[in-house]
C-alpha cells in the first residue's frame, strides 16, 4: 500500500558524510531526490508507526535511478510495566541498556519529534492562537480575565540548552502590558535534538487512560547531571499508531528568583496531524501555582490557555 508522508534522505555512504537532505514524500509515497552526486549513496525512510528502511545504491555521473523502498509496521511487545529508575535511557542511547523492544519504542518519540522539526523547517508554517489568560486579584477579591489573537511562527530562533529556560519579556500596552518573568519551554521539535536527549532520561511506564483513551505513557526528567531550570514530564503516544497524542511538562529545579515568585508551573499540550502522521499544537492550558504562603492559605493559581484556530502554511503544503 502507498505509505505517505514518510522522510526520506540520501547521503553518501561514507562513515564521516552528514545526515544529507531530507524531504517527504507526497501523499501517495512517492519522492524525488534531485542533485544527488554521484557514487554509493545511502537513501532511507522513516515514518512514526513503521520501522525504518535503509539501503545503499549507486549512482552513475547524470544517471537517474528508480526504486522502491517498503516499510514495515513496527511491532512492539511491551511488558505491562517497566521502570528504568535505575537507568537514564535516552533515544540517542545504547539498545543493550533497555533492551530492543524499549529502545523501539523511543524511536518512535523522536520520530514524532523529527517529522514535526522537518515539517517546521522545510514548510514554515503560522498558528493562528486565542490565547485567555487568568490570575487572582487579592487587593480586589476577583480575578483578572483577557483574551487576545496571536500569530505563533513555527520558525524560532531557540533552541534547548541546560539552564536557557529563564527571561523576561516586556508589552508596552494591551491587556498583557508590563515586564513579565517568562518560561521558555522546549517544544516538541526540541525532543529530536541531541542536546534534549543526552540532559533527559526516559521511562516507559506502561498504559495509562487520556481523554476516555488507552495510550502509552513515557515519562521524562531532567538526567542527574542537570542542575538548572529545567523540566519533567509525560508524553502519552497512540498505542497503535504510536502518534503523539498529548504531552504533559512541570518545571522543576526551580531557583531562588522563581521560588520567590512562584511554587511552579504545569504544562499539558494536545495534538493534532496537520498532515498524516505529523502532529502540531492544537491546544495548550499552563497553570502556574503561586509561592507557598502561610499566612495567604488557599491562594489561586494562574492559567493560560491556548486554542490553535488555524494552521497556515507560509510556502504551501507538502
Known amino acids: 500500500m502507498p505509505l505517505g508522508y514518510a522522510v526520506v534522505s540520501a547521503a553518501p555512504a561514507t562513515p564521516a ?3 544529507g537532505r531530507e524531504i517527504f514524500s507526497d501523499e501517495k509515497g512517492q519522492f524525488v531526490l534531485r542533485s544527488v552526486p554521484a557514487g554509493s549513496v545511502r537513501v532511507s525512510a522513516r515514518r512514526v ?3 525504518p528502511a535503509d539501503t545503499t545504491i549507486l549512482i552513475a555521473p547524470g544517471d537517474t535511478s528508480r526504486l522502491i523502498i517498503e516499510l514495515s509496521l513496527v511491532s512492539i511487545q511491551l511488558p505491562a510495566m517497566h521502570s528504568l529508575a535505575k537507568v537514564c535511557a535516552h533515544p540517542g542511547g545504547s539498545d543493550a541498556q533497555i533492551g530492543e523492544q524499549l529502545a523501539m519504542l523511543f524511536d518512535q518519540v523522536k520520530e514524532n519529534a523529527a517529522r514535526n522539526q522537518l515539517l517546521s523547517r522545510s514548510y514554515p508554517f503560522e498558528l493562528e492562537v486565542e490565547r485567555r489568560i487568568s490570575r487572582p486579584e487579592p487587593v480586589l477579591e476577583a480575578r483578572f480575565v483577557a483574551y487576545d489573537t496571536v500569530l505563533l511562527s ?6 534547548y540548552e541546560p539552564g536557557k529556560m529563564l527571561g523576561t519579556r516586556e508589552y508596552a500596552s494591551g491587556v498583557f502590558a508590563g515586564k513579565w518573568s517568562t518560561i521558555t519551554m522546549p517544544e516538541l521539535a526540541d525532543f529530536a535534538d541531541e542536546r534534549f536527549l543526552i540532559n533527559h532520561c526516559f ?3 506502561g ?4 481523554d476516555g483513551d ?5 515519562d521524562f526528567s531532567p538526567a542527574p547531571v542537570v542542575h538548572d531550570l529545567d523540566i519533567a514530564g509525560t508524553i502519552f503516544l497512540d498505542p497503535v499508531s504510536y502518534q503523539l497524542r498529548v504531552m504533559d511538562i512541570a518545571v522543576v529545579n ?3 528568583q522563581l521560588r520567590n515568585q512562584i511554587s511552579g508551573q504545569s504544562v499539558r499540550s494536545h495534538f493534532r496531524e496537520v498532515i498524516p502522521g505529523v502532529p502540531v499544537l492544537s491546544a495548550i492550558s ?4 503561586p509561592k507557598e504562603d502561610p499566612k495567604r492559605p488557599g491562594q489561586e493559581p494562574s492559567t493560560e490557555h491556548h486554542r490553535i484556530l488555524s494552521v497556515r502554511f507560509l510556502r504551501g503544503k507538502p
Do not use: K, M, Q, T
Open 254 to 256: 526551580l531557583n531562588r
Open 207 to 210: 498504559l495509562d487512560v487520556v
Open 203 to 205: 521511562e516507559f511506564s
Open 49 to 51: 508507526g513503521f520501522s
Open 214 to 218: 488507552s495510550v502509552i505513557r513515557v
Open 286 to 289: 499552563s497553570v502556574v501555582f
Open 17 to 19: 558524510s552528514s545526515a
Open 154 to 159: 513555527s520558525n524560532r530562533a531557540w533552541r
